[in-house]
């Protein structure tokens, strides 16, 4: 490629100043490359260069270019008048003639303190507007808040886009002037314009690394392309430092997340002010675009230049929304400043469109240039112009006095201006007029609106005083049909309170007039606080009506206005930082997808007197017209006052009408001198926070107070609407302030009230209303009640009429406050054809009837069960309920609720139906407030039923379950019984042993069963750095392979937490969908400003039904402005520990709790079950708040090991609690895979008193179909004492029984035939009644308490004689069981002698049973063959044959195959083929296939079942090198095949504790050790005179047990006794002395109360 000269010449402009001495740069760029920045330095023609008027010329030498098609030109701003004025750049090849010559026009300034501060700039070609073909990438660069962060060196940044790369541009002159740039913690804006790059892969950032403090904490650069609309984001949080980290002063940075955000388009906006004497303004212009899809927002015209001036041509480049074709503009200015009157001659808008070449319709396009498209397409980038005409004064003082107008395109407009007349009626409330002034936007249905124009000149002097009508005219384009108008008043002056009655608009043209009613306050104390009201137009009809009967003052129309209108309750957070609060004025404005609703001040909270206060929540009111669904808010303040600075956290924005609540997070100062300096910021709402429900509809509520003495009231007065069956709103105070209580209920007083609230359906059944008394004259007479709604489709509405005629009062009538109301009469007015109102009244057929209910309350009779405090009572009906009353007045009683005895009294409500549940509470007032409800009956005096709610339980805030509020349900309810009162669960909180909370049982059981849905278990372990904490809400959502996916399962804290604490654990119990194989997991938080970081450190998730838990170290932070920005995470699940847990299988367990006096309990109650394969641990059946009470059926679901067929259950309590008694009925478990049912009943108490042998603990059989599982026996045991010096012991031993069937429990070898127990060469027999056989019997484990005088025993055996199956047990045992003695155990364990005579035998046989799969082409005609691999060989080849007379492996059939073979031990593995029947070689059955579901193989000897799970498809192979493999899933080892095993072994375990501070330990430790053949029971590790667990320490014990075979877990735990019983173990290691096989358990967690999760035990699994 050739190497060729350039000549640029650079021609500087003619304006005061154009010139530069700064160093000048160009870079020339073109279809092959870039000649790279060159310095201006050699000029051919001039000295001086970059003079006023100069055309200086300079060569570049580049290898070719081609065609140049941009050049980049600036300079470095230094010298002293650095700033330049360019004309423009010209380019041609050496050689070649002038015509070739390129013109690049500019005149621009390239000036820091000119236009919008460039100093670099790239032009195009003539013609090609730069403005439109550039895009602006808008950076912001956010240094970190860390030391020393902050940077004076020169910043560069280069980005790499798919298209292209820009150019590196030093980061110069910033957009929000901060003086100094990258300070800490501030946030730095810059805009490149530079040619599409495309979407942008990544950027490179640094600094030249000069200066002083040189080095920079570079937090993160968020880069905004509106017009690809997207938004980068790039975390870095790293130091660009040669000092610090790795040194780099650069850094490459891939965005984390890339979003989309509004797209915009580019206009080239050209003003031309008048040559008029005095034409030119300082004033602030503004324009705003008007186009068939749509407008721009406010556009402000101002740069750093003085704009404006007579005779001058200002171009403005502008990113705004693509309305389509234009129709017109506004363009104005604010008057301020001096000399604020302007002449405008014209404005000029050019934007890129693209066009078809065919068609002349022009197509909507955003800016893009992919060129290939355009060549497909035949499209056409063309500019189009618009240009608008003024030629006027915008003047207080000139022409029409106006300061905006509306332009129409010049040529080819059909609109022409129109004139409206405005005329402002004031209302005739006293106070009603006000002094603030007053603005005004008029809305048409197609045609754009007014804008906002401020109402000055009126036909009266005073403008808007008390009863008097204000004519204004506004001029506008003619808008077409009006649809709604927005006024409002600035708050301003000495009164600026004002009582709106109406706006009457006529349009001239058409004369037409239009009717907006208000009739309300615009005030910042009146109603509801706003200053601004958005108003629809009405049918003359109704305001007619209004003015025909005066009468009648009360406004009608405030129904229509709030059903047309969308009322925003708007919360906003200030956040808990110092000096977070503002004295400013904040204005919010809000967006929708069809309209904003302009600037509306935030003048009147809710909630505070003193607005925006650190850490508070201010609640206003917005309303507004039809604006769309909700897109985005500007919020800002105006930074007047002493505190201007203001730390947002967050905006809420709840829609009852749309039932929407959207979260809008900031989480950033609005201040001059934090973060980027901006005082007014756009938020986006959080998709993860936005809550939806069902929308509410607006009623109209109309109070007559009696015409009578004493009449009225200042209390706060409520009200609650009832539907049929029960639907009722919430309860809703009609006044919203203190100041409104006083104003309102006066005697003989109408007043209206219209409130959103939920739908009730079509018909309102009843209403309560009541008043919360208080104050000095809280009585209350209340004639009636009247409540409109609007008819379904609009046209017309039905008002429905409820009179009470009684008083609301303590002192008058019955002394009730809260009445309820039945209605009379219905009134509907509907609107016909012809415009007039159809009016019909008719009566309320057979409303509900009133009732009176006797409610009985009987108090405990057991010490301290009175209380004093105040009782209230909600009773639940199927037809709704009664609302929360006092029971104040007994009716048998002066002192109510004392021990023993009963209280009546009556309430009267509209009819409930059925009673099913109470809720019944005490405010825990007064000395004594504890209470012990025994029941409550409730009389229905009006049917004569009674129902019954037994409680029998303590209210009270220190007994029991510290709960002062129970719902108790009817004695014969049988439904859902939910014991969080309606709530719908997430079901997120756990209980410990991971059984759910009461749930809605059916959907879950059912989901349960069909599989659909299983339970995780999700532990969440927060990190311990500063700031680790969150108290965003988080999620996970577990993937399986393709797309399968739980929904996002929320983590939601339990009550009483609000955050995720720095170190803290927290558990959870989640229901998802059953994904199959965990593929990944995603986990994130809903968190979305830059404060809601969070620290994940590990991450837990055990799937029970599996049997599989994974943990994740994650360590990573979930932040917005901490490691890679992100505040989600996908976890791939092979980065995960994944352990074998053991599978669990999910069981209904319904437990029925007796009928009798004192039957419910709050013990602790533990079950464990027992089956044929093995037995569960100890679980805990959690209370769960009313589980375990009087005559209660409680369901919930348990997870239980996979041990059917059930055997038996063991249930203990730990009799401890206020009522530690219980009559436990049965207990009913139903394994929801494959429907079994057992049951267990017992039908006695489990009590010391009650029970006449005092048991806590009782065992049930199993009982499946009438049949039970087990029989009952009475054991006799013997035990011989060895005849050896000082064998003998006083100690108590005790021991338990194994046998196929489970154990026995923990039996105390108490009474025996002997007086004196245990003596040297005695027998003592011990009888056991009442038993349940445990078959044949494997092992026995008996230990002694070393009490008394010499404890030391030796044992020589022990008999155990079974009398259900007369057999008898030797356990051998000739050792001693003492301290001093032999290894020094006191407990031994004791293999059965009797099962020493089994040999095995070299032949066995096996049965092989296979299950062909029950799908289509399942089924082979074929042969199959298998050959066994197990631990002691391989199995010769085993063919099962298929025949014609039998046919075998059919679609959805079992078949069974023996074989005898040699024994080949435990069967790993088998290999499966599938061959011809004949054996010949024939290529025509080439597609045939079995597929096989399950193959069980049981070995015959000792009856061990292997199963292994296929499913999959065996092509019939003639050679038999073809097959599948598969390993063994499941063994179920026979009893027999276990107690052969059972032979002693010594384990020895080694204990390692970490090496933190304070890791050691002097609590009492324990361990259990569990294997595949049992445990080796709670054992106590001791060594004498020897400090163990100590910090850092290895500590070695020996125990001794029968072989438990493969370990599977150990359970560490100690008795947090001694001084600092916290304590850190490392890990557990155990080796088997007899196989030499050592398993590793690693644990690396604290066992501490005050630690993580707060245990003191864990069960570790091994590593292997």
């Not at 754009?448 to 002097?461: F, H, P």
Request: negative net charge; contains cysteine.
């Amino acid at each position: 490629m050739p190497v060729i000269k350039y000549r640029v010449t650079v021609c500087t402009g003619t304006v005061s100043g154009s010139g530069t001495d700064a160093n000048v740069f160009v870079c020339l760029i073109g279809d092959q490359g870039d000649t790279g920045d060159r310095v201006l330095y050699n000029c051919i023609n001039t000295v001086n260069k970059f003079e006023k008027g100069n055309a200086d010329e300079f060569f570049v030498e580049a290898v070719t270019l081609k065609q140049v098609r941009r050049v980049r030109i600036g300079h470095d701003g230094k010298g002293g008048s650095s700033g330049w004025y360019l004309a423009k750049v010209i380019v041609r090849e050496e050689g070649q003639p002038e015509s070739e010559a390129v013109e690049f026009p500019c005149y621009r300034w390239l000036d820091k303190n000119e236009d919008d501060g460039r100093i670099v700039r790239e032009l195009v070609p003539a013609g090609e507007s730069p403005m439109l073909r550039n895009v602006s990438y808008h950076i912001s660069v956010k240094t970190g808040d860390v030391p020393g962060a902050s940077s004076d060196s020169k910043v560069f940044i280069k980005l790499y886009g798919e298209k292209a790369d820009s150019s590196k541009e030093t980061l110069l002159v910033s957009d929000n002037d901060l003086g100094n740039y990258f300070e800490r913690g501030r946030v730095d804006e810059f805009t490149i314009d530079t040619m599409d790059i495309g979407k942008i892969n990544r950027i490179l950032i640094g600094h030249d690394n000069v200066g002083l403090r040189c080095g920079w904490f570079l937090a993160s650069v968020q880069i905004t392309v509106p017009v690809q609309g997207r938004q980068y984001m790039f975390p870095c949080n790293r130091w660009l430092d040669k000092d610090e980290a790795d040194g780099r002063v650069e850094v490459e940075v891939y965005p984390s997340e890339i979003l989309p955000i509004e797209k915009l388009i580019n206009y080239e906006v050209s003003v031309v002010t008048g040559d008029v004497r005095a034409a030119g303004t300082n004033a602030k212009v503004f324009m705003q675009i008007y186009g068939e899809t749509g407008k721009t927002e406010l556009i402000i015209l101002e740069n750093r230049s003085n704009n404006f001036e007579r005779g001058a041509t200002d171009i403005f480049k502008r990113e705004a929304a693509d309305v389509g074709k234009i129709y017109k503009i506004r363009i104005g200015h604010d008057g301020k400043g001096i000399g604020d009157g302007w002449f405008l001659e014209s404005v000029t808008l050019k934007r890129l469109a693209k066009r078809t070449k065919d068609s002349d319709k022009k197509k909507k396009k955003k800016k893009k240039s992919e060129d290939e498209e355009e060549e497909e397409t035949k499209d056409e980038e063309v500019m189009d112009v618009y240009t608008f005409v003024a030629h006027r004064w915008l003047a207080k003082d000139e022409g029409d006095k106006e300061l905006v107008v509306e332009l129409v395109p010049d040529g080819e407009s059909a609109l022409e201006e129109n004139t409206y007349e405005v005329h402002v009626l004031t209302g005739s409330v006293l106070g009603a007029g006000t002094d603030a002034n007053v603005f005004l936007s008029i809305y048409g249905i197609g045609r754009g609106d007014t804008g906002e124009r401020q109402l000055k000149r009126s036909n009266n002097l005073n403008k808007f005083e008390k009863g008097q009508v204000d004519v204004f005219t506004i001029k506008a384009i003619d808008l077409g049909e009006l649809k709604k108008l927005r006024i409002r008043h600035d708050n301003s002056g000495t009164s600026p309170s004002w009582f709106l009655e109406r706006v009457e608009i006529v349009d001239l043209k058409d004369s037409t007039t239009y009717y907006f009613p208000c009739q309300r306050w615009l005030a910042v104390e009146e109603d509801d606080g706003q200053i601004v009201r958005e108003l629809v137009p009405v049918d003359e009809a109704f305001v007619k009506k209004d003015s025909e009967n005066e009468g009648q003052s009360l406004a009608t129309l405030g129904l229509e206005q709030k059903a047309k209108s969308t009322t925003y309750t708007v919360k906003v957070k200030t956040g808990d930082k110092k000096n977070a609060g503002t004295d400013a004025n904040v204005f919010i404005t809000l967006y929708g997808s069809k309209d904003d609703t302009g600037i509306v001040s935030l003048k009147a909270s809710k909630t505070n007197k003193n607005k925006f206060e650190r850490g508070k929540v201010d609640e206003f009111t917005v309303e507004s017209v039809d604006i769309g669904d909700l897109k985005k808010i500007k919020i800002g303040h105006d930074n007047k006052g002493n505190s201007t600075g203001w730390f947002l956290e967050w905006v809420e924005l709840d829609a009852p009408s749309l039932g929407q609540c959207l979260k809008f997070p900031c989480g950033r100062w609005l201040d001059k001198s934090e973060d980027d300096g901006a005082v007014e910021r756009i938020i986006f709402p959080a998709e993860l926070q936005t809550t939806e429900y069902i929308p509410f509809v607006p009623y109209e509520i109309t109070v007559y107070t009696s015409d009578i003495f004493g009449a009225g009231t200042d209390a706060d007065v409520f009200i609650v609407l009832y539907g049929s069956d029960g639907i009722c709103t919430q309860q809703k105070s009609l006044c919203l302030n203190k100041r409104e209580q006083r104003m309102y209920f006066e005697r003989n007083s109408v007043n209206q009230f219209i409130v959103e609230l939920e739908d009730v359906g079509d018909i309102i059944e009843k209403i309560r209303i009541g008043h919360k008394g208080g104050g000095l004259n809280s009585g209350w007479h209340l004639d009636r009640v009247a409540i409109r709604r609007l008819l379904p489709n609009g046209k017309g509405s039905e008002t429905v009429t409820f009179p009470c005629e009684r008083w609301l009062a303590k002192s008058e009538d019955d002394g009730e406050i809260v009445r309820e109301l039945v209605p009379s009469e219905i009134f509907t007015e509907k609107l016909m054809k012809d415009g007039t109102l159809k009016q019909i009244e008719e009566e309320v057929e057979d409303p509900l009837e009133v009732h009176t209910y006797k409610i009985s309350v009987f108090t405990g009779d057991i010490y301290g069960a009175g209380t004093d405090a105040n009782v209230f009572l909600n009773i639940y009906g199927d037809l709704g309920d009664t609302g929360e009353r006092k029971l104040s007045k007994s009716e048998t009683n002066f002192n109510k609720f004392e021990r023993g005895q009963e209280d009546t009294f009556t309430v009267q409500a509209v009819d409930l139906g059925i009673l099913y549940k109470i809720k019944i509470r005490h405010d825990n007032s007064m000395f004594s407030p504890d209470w012990f409800l025994d029941k409550v009956e409730i009389l229905d005096e009006t049917t004569e039923e009674s129902f019954i709610f037994l409680c029998e339980r303590w209210l009270s805030k220190k007994k029991e379950d510290k709960k002062i509020e129970r719902t108790l349900y009817e004695q014969s309810y049988d439904g859902e019984r939910n014991s969080l009162d309606g709530l719908s669960l997430s079901l997120s909180s756990q209980d410990s042993s991971g059984n759910l909370k009461e749930t809605k049982k059916s959907s879950l059981v059912k989901a349960a069963e069909e599989g659909s849905l299983i339970p995780y278990h999700i532990t969440v372990t927060t990190g311990t750095v500063y700031d680790s904490s969150t108290d965003s809400r988080v999620y996970i959502i577990i993937m399986g392979p393709q797309k399968v996916r739980t929904e996002r399962l929320w983590l939601d804290l339990p009550e009483g937490k609000d955050e995720f604490a720095d170190g803290s654990v927290e558990k959870f119990s989640v229901w998802g969908l059953d994904v199959g194989e965990i593929k990944k997991v995603e986990v994130g938080h809903d968190g979305a400003t830059p404060e809601s970081c969070w620290l994940v450190e590990e991450l837990n998730i055990v799937v029970p039904t599996k049997g599989i838990m994974y943990n994740f170290v994650c360590k990573c932070w979930l932040a917005r402005d901490k490691g890679d920005g992100l505040t989600s995470r996908i976890l791939n699940i092979l980065d995960a520990d994944c352990i074998n847990i053991g599978v669990k299988v999910l069981y209904e367990v319904t437990v029925v709790t007796g009928d009798i006096e004192g039957g419910g309990t709050d013990a602790s109650i533990f079950m464990t079950v027992f089956g044929s394969s093995g037995n569960t641990e100890e679980m805990p059946l959690e209370k769960n708040g009313d589980r375990f009470e009087r005559g209660q059926e409680d369901s919930f679901i348990m997870e239980i090991a996979d041990i059917a067929p059930l055997r038996k259950m063991r249930i203990r309590t730990d009799g401890k609690g206020t009522r530690p008694h219980w009559y436990l009925e049965r207990i009913i478990l139903k394994n929801l895979t494959n429907q079994e049912v057992a049951t267990f009943t017992y039908g006695e108490w489990l009590s010391k008193l009650k029970n006449a042998k005092g048991n806590l603990v009782c065992e049930m059989p199993a009982v499946v179909n009438d049949e039970q599982m087990m029989e009952d026996t009475t054991y006799t045991l013997q035990v011989k004492t060895s005849d050896i010096g000082g064998a003998g012991t006083d100690a108590n031993v005790s021991l338990i029984l194994f046998g196929e069937n489970g154990d026995s429990g923990t039996l105390p070898l108490k009474e025996s035939n002997k007086s004196n127990k245990f003596e040297r060469n005695q027998m003592d027999e011990f009888s056991f009644s009442d038993m349940l056989s445990l078959g044949d019997l494997c092992k026995v484990r008996i230990w002694h308490d070393n009490k008394g005088i010499a404890p030391g025993w030796h044992l020589e055996y022990v008999d155990v004689m079974d009398s259900a199956t007369d057999k008898t047990f030797r356990f051998q045992c000739d050792r001693w069981l003492a301290k001093g003695e032999d290894d020094g155990q006191l407990i031994r364990e004791l293999a059965c002698a009797n099962n020493d005579i089994l040999e095995l035998k070299e032949r066995t046989a096996y049965e092989i049973v296979t299950v062909t799969s029950d799908r289509e082409d399942a089924e082979t005609k074929e042969n199959i063959w298998i050959i066994l691999e197990g631990k002691l060989g391989r199995s010769k080849e085993f063919l099962m044959e298929n025949s014609s007379k039998k046919r075998r492996f059919e679609r959805g059939a079992t078949d069974t195959f023996q074989f005898s073979s040699k024994n080949v031990g435990d069967i790993a593995a088998i290999c499966v083929g599938h061959c011809p029947k004949d054996g010949k070689k024939s290529s025509a059955k080439a597609d045939v296939f079995w597929h096989v579901q399950e193959i069980i193989i049981t070995e015959m000897e000792l009856c061990n079942k292997y199963f292994f799970r296929c499913n999959v498809k065996i092509p019939l192979c003639y050679k038999r090198r073809d097959y599948k493999v598969f390993e063994c899933a499941k063994v179920t080892e026979s009893f027999a095949s276990k107690a052969r095993s059972l032979v002693p072994v010594k384990y020895e375990t080694i204990i390692v504790t970490g090496f933190e501070k304070g890791a050691g330990t002097n609590a009492n430790v324990f361990i259990t050790i569990f294997g595949l053949n049992g445990d080796s029971g709670k054992r106590a590790l001791k060594h004498k005179f020897r400090n163990l667990f100590e910090r850092g320490k290895t500590n070695r014990f020996y125990l001794e047990t029968l072989d438990m075979g493969e370990l599977k877990k150990v359970r560490i735990e100690h008795d947090n006794s001694g001084l600092a019983p916290g304590w850190l173990v490392e890990r557990v290691e155990i080796t088997n002395s007899a196989t030499g096989v050592t398993t590793i358990f690693p644990c690396g967690k604290w066992l501490d109360e005050n630690r993580g999760d707060g245990l003191i035990w864990r069960e570790l699994f091994p590593r292997y």
